[in-house]
């Protein structure tokens, strides 16, 4: 008898501490504590509270087969204890609900497996082989005659019977009716106790993971109003930043067109200087070739009233037409380059007007560049046109000489004249060949005339698609400074193109 107080004994108190914890005042105070926090924990505890009524029928109906178990053996008593004690101590916070049930299920299978178990024994019947690895171990006592005790199998607890060893027990109990009657019978007081020894550690898991939601919904509220204080601020101050960009918009705005109106007065005073330079450098030209023709002319004269010395200069006019054909075939192929030139230097003037009129600085700074080059090779090919004029006068010079020198050689060779009239009349075929040659010469320089006739056209047909172009269109710019533009474009690249457009235009 003494062996067996111990348990009951602390089955008892089980009992005394599960009907205290129930009815604990502290409890109370803390849900009274709970609903001042928050609306949410008070709608946690009515929920709770509003299962009392169930909770005590469950209590109460626990409590009337505990006291059923008074009067039952040890064994039975033991199992009800670990039964208790197992189902408090079971935590199911890191599993999931599927996982946590049938751990609980396994328990009350595990304990009513073993209180059937202890019927039988009670009833003088002997257990079945596979349930002997699910029976309780009897407590531990000094006894000498420790083999003599009938179960000899050691309990090896609730969490270590393996899963297969419960299956076997299960079906050698459900072999006979009685067995499995038992079995189920004690499976739902087990159902009944495990429930009410649970419904204070999950009524206290439900406190818990409440006050962790309200926790994190404190947190999240405090979140959500410091980040609609920073979107306020991010607003107000990008508020200000459109403000500062927009006055920035305003101030670079008006400085663009305080540069585009200076720039505009610069480029038309530029503009003004380089035409009065043309027409200064055209005006030095035309007088310079207009004293070559006349020079020409005067030697043409010369040279018909030379008659005694077409044998001489025979050869001189051989070169000569060799020479005037080679500068045809050589006009041509520049009149060809020019067109082509044209065409290049007109998209280019194309390209830079619309560049001009995004007021591309940069670019134009360098156009400006480009331009000072321009004038600097102008004023070269300038320089070299007064050379070769120089140049020209000499050779003119020489050939006064020599028409001099030839006038006093023409009394000596007029004794020789009748003996070369033969000659003469030979030379006179080879002459009218030469003529021939130098129509041929002259259809070719009309054609280059109409060529440039035909480009002067276009250049007239582009400068009036220009004007009626109102992107390309500058106001206060008359169209023959753009002429002069094109024509100062064309000269930089063939300066015998310009010159005869210059000519052909006045």
């Not at 004690?186 to 206290?204: F, G, T």
């Amino acid at each position: 008898m003494k062996r067996h107080a111990s348990p009951w004994l602390a089955l008892v108190l089980l009992f005394g501490a599960l009907t205290r914890a129930f009815e604990d005042p502290s409890q109370a105070k803390i849900a009274e504590s709970a609903y001042q926090e928050s609306s949410n924990e008070r709608t946690a505890i009515s929920y709770l509270t509003s299962k009392t009524p169930h909770q005590n029928a469950v209590f109460s109906k626990a409590a009337h087969l505990l006291e059923s178990l008074t009067a039952a053996p040890s064994c039975t008593r033991i199992a009800a204890a670990r039964l208790v004690t197992s189902c408090q101590s079971f935590e199911g916070k890191g599993t999931a609900d599927q996982e946590s049930y049938e751990a609980l299920d396994r328990i009350r299978s595990v304990y009513a497996a073993r209180l059937a178990i202890c019927e039988l024994e009670g009833a003088g019947a002997s257990v079945p082989s596979p349930c002997l690895p699910v029976t309780l171990s009897p407590p531990t006592s000094k006894n000498r005659f420790w083999f003599l005790s009938k179960r000899n199998v050691p309990d090896t607890g609730t969490y270590l019977v393996p899963e297969y060893l419960l299956e076997q027990c299960l079906k050698a109990l459900e072999s006979r009716p009685q067995w499995w009657t038992s079995y189920s019978n004690n499976r739902q007081n087990a159902m009944v106790i495990c429930q009410a020894s649970r419904l204070e550690v999950e009524k206290e898991e439900l406190l818990d993971l409440h006050r962790s939601i309200l926790r994190s919904s404190v947190k999240l509220d405090e979140g959500l109003y410091q980040a609609l204080r920073n979107a306020a601020m991010e607003a107000s101050q990008h508020e200000a930043f459109i403000q500062a960009v927009q006055s920035l918009q305003g101030k670079l705005v008006a400085d663009m067109e305080a540069s585009q109106s200076l720039f505009r007065r610069i480029f038309e005073d530029f503009l003004h200087e380089i035409e009065l330079g043309i027409d200064t450098v055209s005006a030095a030209v035309a007088t310079a070739l207009g004293r070559v023709q006349s020079k020409t002319t005067v030697l043409e004269k010369e040279i018909q009233n030379a008659t005694s010395q077409i044998g001489m200069f025979q050869q001189a006019l051989q070169f000569a037409h060799q020479e005037t054909v080679y500068r045809n075939q050589l006009a041509l192929r520049t009149h060809e380059e020019n067109n082509l030139a044209y065409r290049e230097s007109a998209s280019v003037l194309q390209l830079s007007l619309q560049s001009l009129v995004e007021t591309d600085m940069a670019r134009l700074s360098q156009s400006m560049g480009r331009l000072d080059a321009s004038l600097e090779w102008l004023t070269s090919r300038l320089i070299l046109i007064l050379e070769q004029e120089v140049k020209m006068a000499e050779r003119l010079q020489t050939m006064e000489t020599t028409m001099e020198q030839s006038q006093a050689k023409a009394v000596e060779l007029q004794n020789a004249q009748d003996t070369q009239f033969q000659a003469l009349v030979a030379h006179s075929e080879v002459q009218k060949r030469i003529q021939f040659d130098a129509q041929i010469s002259q259809a070719l320089l009309d054609k280059a005339a109409t060529t440039a006739a035909n480009l002067h056209a276009i250049i007239d047909e582009a400068a009036t698609k220009y004007k009626q172009m109102p992107d390309l269109h500058f106001g206060g710019i008359p169209s023959w400074t753009l002429y002069g533009i094109l024509l100062f474009i064309i000269g930089v690249h063939n300066m015998r193109a310009a010159v005869s457009l210059f000519f052909l235009d006045t």
